[in-house]
């Protein structure tokens, strides 16, 4: 991957998550206190005209076990 562009997205990510502050403490306490297998994620979008889009699943083993490894990827020293 072209360097340059991750600086890119990492401006970017920056910007977001300043525009957002709540979001990443939020995904912080659902990833520490949340995520077990049987956990119903729902998620909710209303665009401006006010049409809605829901779905919601239930974290299954195969789920929790995707979720192991990509928290490895993240910190493999761990």
């Known amino acids: 991957m072209n ?3 991750l600086f890119q997205i ?3 990510f920056d ?3 300043s525009n957002h502050p709540k979001l990443t403490p939020f995904f912080k ?3 520490e206190q949340a995520l077990k ?3 119903v994620v729902e998620v909710n979008v209303t665009t401006l005209e006010g049409k809605r889009f829901s ?3 239930r974290l299954s083993k195969e789920d929790m ?3 192991r490894e990509a928290r490895e990827l993240q910190n493999p020293l761990e």
Request: net charge positive; no cysteine; aromatic share 4%.
């Open 65 to 67: 076990e995707l979720i």
């Open 55 to 57: 779905t919601n699943l």
């Open 10 to 12: 990492k401006a970017a």
């Open 37 to 39: 297998e049987g956990t």
């Open 29 to 31: 306490a659902v990833g």
């Open 3 to 5: 360097p340059m562009k």
């Open 15 to 17: 910007r977001f998550t």
